[in-house]
């Protein structure tokens, strides 16, 4: 915290009434690219984030900086303009959360200075993104005594990635890293929004996220490319069933779904929604059971289908998500939209250096990049630090 006040006071040389907070970021341990087909999702709230400490001002002006973009300096706005702007990178997360409180008629009086400064790789599929966005919102919440609950602010910040940055994402991120559980897993309901805490451990065994170091380029309008994907498949499957989600369908009803959906590509969409559905709920049976290898066995099952299915993996995270599981991991699966970015490894302690040498070594062979590893804890969604 006083390394935190000192970089803030250093870039606003303001040292009045500071609050320090941090927002999560989040692993999804199974569950994915379904949370906006109305499926069930399993993420963990993780002990890597985003930090914020604010100041309240007595003018109408907001300045905001971030440790991670120096480069972009300060970034002043008024409260009075809060449009979109392209130059302004980062803070248009910042920006678009105020614009909607005003929008949505809550009183803002005050402007503010912030300094950001995370730990989560960019564009890594530990939705940095939403990690800000809740960060804001939940500053704003409390410095403008909005009393809204922790759900509202996760669909607030979801409508800010939706409507104002434009990548057309579903719940989860949002829902997990407002409400997460030091120590859990939630298993989340994405149409009702009814979550229930769960261990997600096996005595044993360590969970490891292994980063591909890959700079995604294209994951917005591949993401946005794959929900307009299941959206058509789900319009065509409405002509015979009545439902609002593909995932309200079972593994039973794909032979159904095969003559209604001609497009073969649309078909493997509605297929990885429908079996992935599946997946997470068995995977809570098997964390009940304590039973590791099934629930391997539903990890690894999962990335297949993101692989063949809903083609969102890629060579890097093929070479990662093999290797491990050749090298010491039990169950391993891309983790996030894809296209780069990490998976997750299920690993028994005994295992777990000897796998990060030999993924290091074979992937660095393979890529020319350097894998990273990071051991994380599952921890409590945002909040102030005290």
Same mark, same amino acid.
């Given at each position: 915290?006083?390394?935190?006040?000192?970089?803030?006071?250093?870039?606003?040389?303001?040292?009045?009434?500071?609050?320090?907070?941090?927002?999560?970021?989040?692993?999804?341990?199974?569950?994915?690219?379904?949370?906006?087909?109305?499926?069930?999702?399993?993420?963990?709230?993780?002990?890597?984030?985003?930090?914020?400490?604010?100041?309240?001002?007595?003018?109408?002006?907001?300045?905001?900086?971030?440790?991670?973009?120096?480069?972009?300096?300060?970034?002043?706005?008024?409260?009075?303009?809060?449009?979109?702007?392209?130059?302004?990178?980062?803070?248009?997360?910042?920006?678009?959360?105020?614009?909607?409180?005003?929008?949505?008629?809550?009183?803002?009086?005050?402007?503010?200075?912030?300094?950001?400064?995370?730990?989560?790789?960019?564009?890594?599929?530990?939705?940095?993104?939403?990690?800000?966005?809740?960060?804001?919102?939940?500053?704003?919440?409390?410095?403008?005594?909005?009393?809204?609950?922790?759900?509202?602010?996760?669909?607030? +910040?979801?409508?800010?990635?939706? =409507?104002?940055? /434009? @990548? #057309?994402?579903?719940?989860?991120?949002?829902?997990?890293? !407002?409400? $997460?559980?030091?120590?859990?897993?939630?298993?989340?309901?994405?149409?009702?929004?009814?979550?229930?805490?769960?261990?997600?451990?096996?005595?044993?065994?360590?969970?490891?996220?292994?980063?591909?170091?890959?700079?995604?380029?294209?994951?917005?309008?591949?993401?946005?490319?794959?929900?307009?994907?299941?959206?058509?498949?789900?319009?065509?499957?409405?002509?015979?069933?009545?439902?609002?989600?593909?995932?309200?369908?079972?593994?039973?009803?794909?032979?159904?779904?095969?003559?209604?959906?001609?497009?073969?590509?649309?078909?493997?969409?509605?297929?990885?929604?429908?079996?992935?559905?599946?997946?997470?709920?068995?995977?809570?049976?098997?964390?009940?059971?304590?039973?590791?290898?099934?629930?391997?066995?539903?990890?690894?099952?999962?990335?297949? +289908?993101?692989?063949?299915?809903? =083609?969102?993996? /890629? @060579? #890097?995270?093929?070479?990662?998500?093999?290797?491990?599981? !050749?090298? $010491?991991?039990?169950?391993?699966?891309?983790?996030?939209?894809?296209?780069?970015?990490?998976?997750?490894?299920?690993?028994?302690?005994?295992?777990?250096?000897?796998?990060?040498?030999?993924?290091?070594?074979?992937?660095?062979?393979?890529?020319?990049?350097?894998?990273?590893?990071?051991?994380?804890?599952?921890?409590?969604?945002?909040?102030?630090?005290?």
């Amino acid at each position: 915290m006083k390394q935190l006040i000192a970089k803030f006071t250093h870039i606003f040389g303001n040292t009045e009434n500071t609050k320090v907070y941090y927002s999560p970021g989040r692993i999804n341990i199974i569950g994915e690219h379904i949370d906006y087909n109305g499926g069930y999702v399993f993420p963990a709230a993780i002990s890597m984030g985003t930090y914020g400490v604010v100041s309240a001002r007595k003018d109408h002006q907001i300045r905001l900086y971030s440790h991670n973009y120096k480069a972009q300096g300060i970034i002043i706005v008024e409260l009075s303009s809060l449009a979109y702007q392209d130059s302004h990178g980062w803070a248009n997360y910042a920006k678009g959360i105020i614009n909607l409180l005003k929008q949505r008629g809550y009183k803002i009086p005050f402007g503010f200075d912030l300094y950001v400064e995370g730990n989560l790789p960019i564009a890594s599929g530990l939705s940095s993104s939403a990690s800000l966005e809740v960060l804001v919102a939940y500053i704003a919440n409390d410095i403008y005594q909005l009393n809204i609950s922790r759900v509202d602010l996760a669909l607030l +910040s979801q409508e800010v990635e939706n =409507d104002y940055m /434009g @990548m #057309h994402c579903g719940i989860m991120d949002q829902l997990i890293i !407002a409400c $997460g559980m030091k120590d859990k897993a939630l298993l989340m309901n994405t149409v009702t929004l009814e979550m229930e805490a769960s261990n997600a451990t096996f005595e044993g065994y360590q969970w490891v996220i292994m980063n591909t170091n890959y700079q995604r380029k294209t994951t917005d309008s591949k993401y946005n490319e794959r929900r307009e994907e299941c959206e058509q498949a789900l319009s065509m499957l409405q002509s015979n069933y009545q439902i609002q989600y593909l995932c309200e369908l079972s593994p039973n009803d794909l032979p159904g779904v095969r003559k209604l959906i001609h497009n073969d590509i649309l078909y493997l969409r509605a297929k990885h929604a429908i079996t992935e559905q599946a997946r997470t709920k068995e995977s809570k049976l098997a964390l009940s059971d304590n039973d590791v290898i099934k629930f391997a066995k539903l990890l690894n099952q999962s990335h297949e +289908s993101l692989k063949n299915d809903f =083609d969102v993996t /890629g @060579m #890097h995270l093929d070479t990662l998500v093999e290797t491990a599981l !050749a090298h $010491g991991a039990i169950g391993a699966r891309v983790t996030g939209a894809g296209f780069g970015g990490c998976a997750v490894a299920l690993v028994e302690n005994k295992n777990i250096e000897r796998m990060k040498i030999k993924v290091k070594e074979i992937y660095l062979k393979k890529t020319g990049l350097n894998a990273e590893f990071y051991d994380v804890t599952f921890v409590d969604g945002a909040s102030e630090v005290k």
